[in-house]
């Protein structure tokens, strides 16, 4: 019996029936590398010398007839295909292209939170992956800009109770305003801090805490007092957040230590951690004694408050929380403070201390007995 040859599948890959048995996630990576291609070879790269490094903007697009395609897929009936073409836009566009932007934003989030300068057309896209690689193309296209429709938009998104989203907004908003918020960006966030839901106040403390090293004087008392306000907060999330952000003030800011070390009491162990952690980069001279009794206090960790822990293992959280203290020792080692050294020298002849904390705490006693 003669078996007839099978015809090999025809078309680009882009919804070909002769693909349908082929998995759909086989057929993305084909699309996404063969797209990939395309986008090296119009910018006249070589496939074979691709780095990692990100690419640069270009001016204009590479490939008119690609940048269209992308643009048009933005709206195709597959949210793979959605999806796709808002994550490969993001190498496609100019940096600060209007017309993009006006369709991420658009598939993003809130077409019609944007200033009334250009508000985008659009409905937001329904699929939650095109959402997100939708908010990532934004920070990218918008780059250093400081687009003032992009920075509507992502501010918006920072109050929505998916995480995913409220991440990929704080990242791309990062982006946008190049490490730099000026007053409505910190304004939004401070008010943010202050409203009915953890999640975005959480999500505004970090992002507070990325943007202060940028932040002049005229703002950082705002902030600080804003941040020392969200310590009293009642869920643990927002005070662990806060409590890093301020960690960062300190450089500028040196009246924000002392509320720092008053949460190494804090009544859930998650917070005392993070207090401990940021301890020895906000370190300054002057407050020893409050230093000394906080951090002493907590080598012998327990239950604080009366936190009536539901999830997890007291001893474990407690011994978490003798570490970080144990660790912050380590890191106020270089100090050259003398209970620290006596401190450091009682747990290493303690069993208690094991593995790479003890590892850690030797290491510091011998650079100290070396200088």
């Not at 949210?79 to 073409?85: F, V």
């Not at 409590?243 to 300190?250: D, E, P, R, S």
């Not at 500028?252 to 998650?270: F, G, I, N, Y």
Request: glycine letters at 8%; proline letters at 4%.
């Amino acid at each position: 019996m003669v078996c007839s040859p099978i015809a090999p599948p025809r078309g680009d890959g882009f919804g070909d029936d002769a693909q349908s048995r082929v998995p759909s996630w086989v057929r993305g990576i084909a699309q996404r590398n063969k797209l990939h291609r395309q986008i090296l070879s119009s910018s006249g790269a070589s496939a074979g010398h691709a780095t990692s490094a990100p690419p640069e903007h270009p001016s204009t697009p590479a490939d008119p007839d690609l940048y269209k395609s992308l643009l048009m897929r933005l709206s195709h009936a597959d949210p793979s295909e959605r999806c796709l073409a808002a994550s490969l836009l993001a190498e496609v566009a100019p940096r600060g292209d209007r017309r993009a932007l006006t369709s991420l934003l658009a598939v993003s989030g809130h077409g019609n939170a944007t200033a009334p300068s250009g508000p985008p057309r659009g409905v937001r896209d329904t699929d939650h992956g095109v959402q997100v690689a939708a908010i990532d193309a934004t920070g990218i296209v918008a780059e250093q800009t400081g687009d003032e429709r992009a920075t509507t938009v992502l501010l918006t998104l920072l109050k929505q109770r998916d995480w995913q989203l409220r991440t990929a907004a704080a990242r791309a908003l990062t982006r946008v305003a190049d490490g730099r918020a000026d007053a409505r960006i910190l304004s939004y966030l401070c008010e943010l801090l202050e409203g009915s839901e953890w999640h975005s106040r959480v999500t505004a403390a970090e992002l507070l805490g990325s943007f202060v090293t940028a932040i002049g004087d005229d703002d950082i008392e705002r902030v600080a007092g804003a941040l020392r306000g969200a310590l009293a907060d009642t869920d643990w999330a927002v005070r662990k957040s806060a409590v890093k952000a301020l960690g960062k003030c300190v450089a500028s800011h040196h009246e924000t230590l002392p509320a720092v070390l008053e949460m190494v009491c804090d009544s859930d162990w998650r917070v005392r951690k993070s207090a401990l952690e940021v301890i020895p980069s906000a370190y300054r001279e002057g407050l020893e004694e409050q230093l000394r009794e906080a951090v002493m206090s907590r080598l012998e960790d327990a239950e604080v408050g009366g936190n009536v822990r539901v999830y997890d293992e007291r001893s474990r959280c407690d011994s978490d929380v003798r570490s970080a203290a144990t660790l912050c020792l380590v890191g106020l080692a270089g100090h050259h403070q003398g209970w620290v050294v006596s401190a450091l020298e009682d747990i290493k002849g303690s069993e208690r201390v094991q593995g790479a904390v003890r590892e850690r705490v030797e290491e510091a006693l011998r650079m100290f007995s070396e200088e």
